[in-house]
């Protein structure tokens, strides 16, 4: 049996050149299958070297900025934080459900599948990731683990008009949620969670349901596959 772990992430940069700007903020929430369980949130700050850091735009001071860690350090504490609720997953697998005794050893990879989603994440948000990763040299395979969906499709596949006619985060969390602090990570994070979340109730099905058909791996999000490559990288 697999479990499908479904996390909302949103990044800050010093700009939308996925080739040249940085990331200068990773959060990242987990979305609990029981809608009414708040799940847990990964933030940080990462040091960034670029000279205009667009704090018109987040907010985040340079003095802020500088105290963060490097992008290593980051992204290994942000794969830690994904990996820990994937052990986690795994320690509450009943016996009933995961035979231990026979076989080889099941790791925590194995038995879980991460489903990353972020809003307009095909253009900024898991562009930027791989690109850091590649600049920094830093080990890029557990993105080709995961599964990817922008919720930019979910807004599409739903209809503006249904949403108010603004498919733009801001817009959208007028009709699900209140208090969002405008362009900082952790808040975009936890507001696109409950916009999806509102969503999924409305139509009366669960949030991993919803987004089912609109998921896809890491080689298919920057290529044009084919109908039937499409429907080989959505979950079972």
């Known amino acids: 049996m697999t479990f499908f772990l479904l996390f909302f992430l949103d990044l800050e940069t010093t700009g939308v050149d996925v080739a040249s700007d940085q990331i200068i903020e990773i959060a990242c929430c987990h979305a609990p299958t029981d ?6 949130c990964f933030s940080t700050v990462v ?14 001071g340079p003095s ?19 990996e820990n609720l994937q052990m986690a997953t795994v320690q509450d697998c009943s016996d009933s459900e995961c035979d231990w005794d026979e ?8 038995l879980t599948k991460v489903v990353m989603a ?37 807004v599409q596949a739903v209809g503006l008009s249904n949403l108010g006619g603004c498919a733009k985060l801001q817009c959208l969390v007028r009709g699900y949620c209140v208090g969002l602090q405008a362009h900082r990570a952790l808040d975009d994070c936890i507001a696109l969670r409950a916009v999806v979340q509102g969503i999924a109730e409305s139509y009366g099905v669960c949030v991993l349901d919803l987004l089912r058909d609109m998921v ?21």
């Open 118 to 154: 972020a809003h307009n994440g095909v253009r900024i948000d898991f562009a930027m990731l791989l690109f850091e990763t590649l600049r920094h040299g830093i080990n890029w395979m557990p993105l080709q683990n995961w599964l990817f969906v922008d919720t930019v499709s979910l």
């Open 35 to 40: 809608p009414r369980c708040q799940g847990a």
């Open 47 to 60: 040091r960034a070297t670029a000279e205009d850091t667009a704090f018109h735009v987040h907010g985040i």
């Open 64 to 82: 802020e900025i500088a105290a963060g860690p490097v992008f290593g350090v980051a992204w290994a504490r942000f794969l830690g934080f994904v």
């Open 103 to 110: 076989g080889p050893p099941i790791l925590p990879s194995e």
């Open 216 to 236: 896809v791996s890491l080689c298919l999000l920057y290529t044009s596959p084919s109908p039937r490559d499409k429907r080989q990288s959505r979950m079972p």
